[in-house]
């Protein structure tokens, strides 16, 4: 069984380091609907690789997480994307490999992903 | 339709998130001998009134307000009952809920139960101050998490969101279940 000592292990290493990762009011945040609607399309794998992504890019100033129902069921898995000063984009019927695009792109790289748009989508 | 236990059980016990609970039980308890699989969901959050609990399992209901449908307890219930098994919801206005589900293990209707890591690590990652204990046993041998014990290891300035920490739980759930699971599927 993989043991409690362990996670002291990670504790002490990581003294010091962790203060400076406050919320900053330049923090991006990227919200994942994971009401039943979401869940049953498949939000938690995009959820899971999102957070795995942002942390093995270590984007310090990237938050990823969730929220109820967005109201707009039909196009879940959704993730918006809240950029300080800009405005916010809407990502629909996403999947783990879209999400992972958008990290790269849009999080890394600045440049949103407007195919995966709401925007984009005929209503 | 959820096609994973496991998924029913994060809607249902975000339901505990919602209702401000400060630790909420999760219990999976698999019995072959028995032939049950057991999900209890038990919370000290906010409960509710006789006449919600008496609505909670007709789809039409939801204290939502973004739509008129609320689909997580009536899926989890028809879930269990389909398999034979049974849903039981006990709530008290201001002291909480408990959810108890029972899938029949052998019934062909039943799904499988899925990636209960996934769920957890979730659940312990993304519900804020809620403390979680969760319980996972296969007949004899079983493990339990308890976030109250990771948060006195880590102190108050460490979240569970670190990369490292994340990783840990994920690793932790993982190999525990894998132990208890002792090389069965279900």
């Given at each position: 069984?993989?043991?409690?000592?362990?996670?002291?292990?990670?504790?002490?290493?990581?003294?010091?380091?962790?203060?400076?990762?406050?919320?900053?009011?330049?923090?991006?945040?990227?919200?994942?609907?994971?009401?039943?609607?979401?869940?049953?399309?498949?939000?938690?794998?995009?959820?899971?690789?999102?957070?795995?992504?942002?942390?093995?890019?270590?984007?310090?100033?990237?938050?990823?997480?969730?929220?109820?129902?967005?109201?707009?069921?039909?196009?879940?898995?959704?993730?918006?994307?809240?950029?300080?000063?800009?405005?916010?984009?809407?990502?629909?019927?996403?999947?783990?490999?879209?999400?992972?695009e958008v990290v790269n792109r849009h999080l890394n790289g600045g440049q949103p992903i407007k195919e995966y748009t709401l925007n984009s989508t005929t209503l | 339709m959820m096609?994973?236990?496991?998924?029913?059980?994060?809607?249902?016990?975000?339901?505990?998130?919602?209702?401000?609970?400060?630790?909420?039980?999760?219990?999976?308890?698999?019995?072959?001998?028995?032939?049950?699989?057991?999900?209890?969901?038990?919370?000290?959050?906010?409960?509710?009134?006789?006449?919600?609990?008496?609505?909670?399992?007709?789809?039409?209901?939801?204290?939502?307000?973004?739509?008129?449908?609320?689909?997580?307890?009536?899926?989890?219930?028809?879930?269990?009952?389909?398999?034979?098994?049974?849903?039981?919801?006990?709530?008290?206005?201001?002291?909480?809920?408990?959810?108890?589900?029972?899938?029949?293990?052998?019934?062909?209707?039943?799904?499988?139960?899925?990636?209960?890591?996934?769920?957890?690590?979730?659940?312990?990652?993304?519900?804020?101050?809620?403390?979680?204990?969760?319980?996972?046993?296969?007949?004899?041998?079983?493990?339990?998490?308890?976030?109250?014990?990771?948060?006195?290891?880590?102190?108050?300035?460490?979240?569970?969101?670190?990369?490292?920490?994340?990783?840990?739980?994920?690793?932790?759930?993982?190999?525990?279940?894998?132990?208890?699971?002792?090389?069965?599927?279900?």
């Amino acid at each position: 069984m993989k043991s409690l000592e362990e996670l002291k292990a990670i504790r002490e290493k990581m003294q010091g380091s962790v203060a400076l990762r406050n919320e900053d009011s330049d923090q991006t945040r990227v919200v994942v609907g994971m009401a039943t609607c979401g869940i049953a399309s498949g939000a938690r794998p995009v959820l899971n690789t999102l957070a795995e992504a942002v942390a093995e890019k270590k984007l310090d100033k990237v938050a990823v997480t969730q929220t109820g129902c967005i109201g707009l069921c039909q196009y879940e898995p959704i993730v918006e994307v809240y950029e300080p000063g800009k405005e916010k984009v809407t990502y629909v019927k996403m999947t783990p490999d879209k999400a992972l695009e958008v990290v790269n792109r849009h999080l890394n790289g600045g440049q949103p992903i407007k195919e995966y748009t709401l925007n984009s989508t005929t209503l | 339709m959820m096609p994973e236990i496991s998924l029913n059980i994060l809607d249902v016990a975000q339901n505990s998130v919602k209702a401000g609970a400060k630790l909420t039980r999760l219990e999976c308890l698999i019995d072959t001998k028995a032939d049950t699989l057991t999900v209890i969901i038990d919370d000290d959050g906010c409960g509710m009134t006789k006449e919600q609990v008496e609505a909670v399992t007709d789809p039409f209901f939801t204290t939502r307000t973004t739509r008129k449908v609320g689909l997580g307890v009536p899926f989890f219930k028809m879930a269990a009952e389909s398999t034979g098994g049974s849903f039981d919801i006990v709530s008290e206005k201001g002291k909480g809920t408990t959810v108890t589900c029972v899938f029949i293990l052998s019934s062909i209707d039943r799904m499988p139960l899925g990636d209960m890591v996934s769920t957890v690590h979730m659940l312990v990652t993304q519900s804020g101050d809620m403390d979680l204990v969760y319980r996972y046993k296969v007949d004899d041998a079983e493990f339990t998490l308890d976030t109250r014990e990771f948060k006195e290891i880590l102190g108050a300035d460490v979240s569970f969101n670190e990369p490292e920490v994340s990783q840990y739980i994920r690793d932790y759930l993982k190999e525990n279940t894998d132990e208890v699971n002792a090389g069965q599927e279900f």
